[in-house]
């Protein structure tokens, strides 16, 4: 498997693994920590090998010299020179080439590109500065150009403009600086009445430069910042601590997981950002994808120090190597314009969706039939809606026939988009438990519960958690026992949602109390109204009782609705909690009753809103990147890829996000928050604290995330 994130399909694994491979034998990380001897030097091996596999014009067409690919073929190779830290002015010079190839006129793209694609000169990037264009030629000047000492062509923003100037024009000066990462040249450039001719003055396209440079320096970002969590976790794994590898310590879990979510986060939107059809629809994709690329980029390469302790510190370990690199390209990602800014100007104008893109030829047939439904669908009266749904499968296309549809992945993604402006009923709780039901269940349990259930006429509950067992699923104590024609279930469930509201219950009870933990257990579904069955509603902090205590007290259970085969209802149950990330739609944020545009509005509202502002940013980022994890899993599907972990991240951020929208919508609201002024606000804030806690803590799943994901050691005494 490649060691590329970006990378998902075939194509894109064998350039990843090329780069790679290419790196690793000129010993790019060796050469980038020869340079701490000689700042700003590089071996013109590296570069002249980049040149010779076609990497600098990648994204350039044949015409001009290049390969003809694009921004996603050139954000995999900028990953791989992250990761392996290669020295040299490959980004800035890329960039200027992009920047070049889709913004000037053709007298420029044909004079200039040849050489960037193929190596024989260098471009170089500044989006910051006091540059203008007066009567008497260019002039002002840019600080902190990346690989401007090296450059042969320069790309620099004037206002709304982009200029490219030559770096021996008359007028201009490059006075190299003191890079904190000494693997590349950074200088300020001045130019005093430096004369440019028409065609090189490129009128509006800052923001489209803006973009070309935070999708690839976010993309070299996304390769240092799993670099730093990489070196992290393989630190974890050996070093001893006290008796036992540090890896087992929860802290040290916990900060790998969070790094492991920062850095996923990162790629989704990196990869979102650089399959764009057009630069002016990834404004606001490449904007999320910088936001995130800055927080991932820097928090990894720190807390990679942290984890390894005094060694991280040293001047031999490679560790401050990467800090130098991710506080660079922090830096340059935010100079000149702020992405958190931007995020929310998107979100305030409407702009704030994902980069458009083209889907393969094969899902036409789909988006026609799903059109057709749509149709259908919109000429019924309301009553009758949802047994068409049924009736047809696009009430829920993943289930299996007959059901649903037994959409693959793609056919989803089709019908996701196409229906997104027609009401289908969200099941819930029940739907999960009943498409468990559809694939575990016999003939008769099929039919006796899965139909009324997707017509709205049953309800079921989730009968897991128990007093004493908190995230612990499989310390099942309710216990079974068996009798003629059935079983006596006797025991207690707690924090069961909508349980007073439901007709039936699956639940997991254990029927060899000699068995080991996740053994023994059974899955049997229970009448909610049969004697025995006690239904104790919980109000919860917000006054409502979703939350219920339920009691069996020798409840007989038939031998027809056990599900699955006794004594292996563990595997029924951890299909049931896996269930509810299978649609398309199961990366969606929470439903919280406050949106991302109410909290625009507060921001708007507020006197000291631009305090808020760049807060206001990473919430609309992080909620905008949960659709983009789920889509990054259904793209590995389409290209027959192993599933990455995008859907135990989600589950985290779903739950962290809608706290982190009502915590700061509160902020926004003020006392009006807390006297009525915001009543939607204020009960969803409220409601939100069960977030973290219900269906598996957040601290949990971080344990799950760095011990199934990052392979990081148990904890010995839970052994």
């Not at 170089?124 to 009567?135: K, N, P, Q, Y």
């Not at 039901?437 to 128990?466: H, K, N, Y």
């Not at 009870?509 to 053994?519: E, F, G, L, N």
């Not at 789920?630 to 985290?652: C, D, F, M, Q, Y």
Request: aromatic share 6%; net charge negative.
């Amino acid at each position: 498997m490649s060691k590329s994130a970006l990378a998902i399909t075939e194509e894109h694994q064998d350039l990843a693994d090329a780069a790679f491979g290419q790196l690793n034998r000129l010993g790019s990380r060796a050469a980038a920590r020869a340079t701490l001897d000689k700042p700003g030097s590089y071996p013109a091996e590296i570069w002249s090998a980049g040149a010779d596999l076609g990497w600098h014009g990648l994204a350039i067409p044949e015409e001009h010299g290049g390969s003809g690919f694009g921004l996603p073929e050139l954000a995999v190779v900028a990953e791989a020179t992250g990761r392996e830290l290669c020295p040299g002015p490959f980004l800035p010079s890329v960039a200027a080439a992009v920047i070049i190839d889709r913004c000037a006129p053709e007298s420029v793209r044909a004079e200039l590109l040849p050489g960037l694609a193929g190596g024989a000169s260098v471009g170089a990037v500044g989006l910051s500065g006091s540059l203008a264009i007066g009567t008497d030629g260019l002039g002002g000047e840019v600080s902190a150009v990346l690989g401007a000492p090296d450059a042969d062509v320069l790309v620099l923003t004037a206002g709304d403009d982009v200029v490219v100037v030559d770096a021996t024009a008359d007028g201009l000066t490059v006075t190299a600086g003191e890079g904190l990462d000494p693997t590349r040249s950074i200088g300020t450039v001045t130019l005093r009445a430096v004369a440019l001719p028409d065609d090189r003055v490129l009128r509006g396209a800052a923001r489209q430069a803006r973009t070309v440079f935070r999708i690839l320096a976010s993309a070299e970002a996304v390769g240092v910042a799993w670099a730093a969590l990489d070196m992290a976790v393989e630190y974890a794994k050996v070093r001893e601590q006290f008796g036992r590898t540090i890896g087992t310590f929860q802290a040290v879990k916990h900060h790998a997981a969070n790094m492991l979510v920062a850095v996923e986060q990162a790629t989704a939107a990196v990869w979102d950002a650089a399959r764009a059809d057009d630069l002016d629809g990834a404004w606001f994709a490449a904007s999320v994808a910088a936001t995130h690329a800055i927080h991932a980029v820097v928090f990894n390469a720190e807390n990679n120090i942290q984890l390894h302790g005094g060694i991280g510190f040293t001047w031999e370990h490679d560790a401050h190597l990467y800090l130098r690199r991710a506080r660079t390209l922090a830096a340059l990602l935010s100079d000149g314009a702020d992405p958190l800014l931007d995020v929310v100007e998107a979100q305030r104008a409407g702009q704030a969706h994902g980069a458009s893109f083209t889907l393969p030829a094969e899902a036409e047939a789909y988006r026609e039939a799903a059109r057709d439904a749509v149709e259908a669908v919109r000429a019924l009266p309301a009553e009758q809606r949802r047994d068409y749904l049924v009736d047809s499968g696009y009430l829920v296309p993943h289930w299996p026939k007959p059901w649903g549809r037994g959409a693959d992945v793609l056919e989803q993604l089709v019908i996701e988009e196409e229906f997104r402006d027609i009401e289908r009923a969200d099941m819930g709780i029940t739907g999960w438990v009943t498409l468990t039901i559809a694939q575990a269940g016999t003939d008769d349990q099929r039919e006796r519960w899965v139909e009324p259930v997707l017509r709205g006429e049953v309800m079921w509950c989730q009968l897991f958690s128990e007093p004493g067992a908190g995230s612990d699923a499989a310390a099942v104590r309710t216990s079974a026992k068996k009798v003629d024609g059935g079983w006596r279930v006797t025991g207690q469930k707690v924090w069961t949602s909508l349980a007073q509201l439901c007709d039936w219950g699956l639940a997991t009870v254990r029927t060899d109390p000699d068995a080991s933990k996740h053994a023994g257990v059974t899955m049997m579904a229970i009448d909610m109204k049969a004697p025995g069955v006690t239904v104790n509603p919980l109000k919860g902090l917000t006054g409502d009782a979703h939350f219920n205590e339920v009691f069996f007290d020798d409840v007989f259970v038939p031998d027809a609705d056990v599900v699955g085969d006794v004594n292996k209802g563990w595997l029924v149950a951890r299909a049931t909690l896996g269930n509810e990330r299978i649609s398309i739609g199961g990366g969606s944020a929470a439903p919280t009753g406050f949106t991302v545009d109410g909290l625009v509005k507060l921001l708007d509202a507020h006197p000291d809103g631009g305090r808020y502002v760049r807060r206001a940013g990473e919430v609309i980022a992080a909620g905008h990147t949960l659709r983009l994890l789920n889509l990054r899993r259904v793209s590995r599907a389409i290209a027959g890829t192993e599933p990455g972990p995008e859907g135990n991240v989600t589950k985290l951020l779903v739950a962290e996000h809608s706290q982190w929208l009502t915590e700061l919508g509160m902020d926004l609201a003020g006392a009006a928050a807390v006297s009525g002024g915001t009543p939607k606000l204020t009960r969803a804030y409220l409601g939100n604290r069960a977030m973290t806690i219900a269906g598996g803590t957040s601290e949990i799943t971080r344990n799950t995330i760095a011990e199934r994901i990052l392979g990081l050691p148990r904890d010995p005494l839970l052994k």
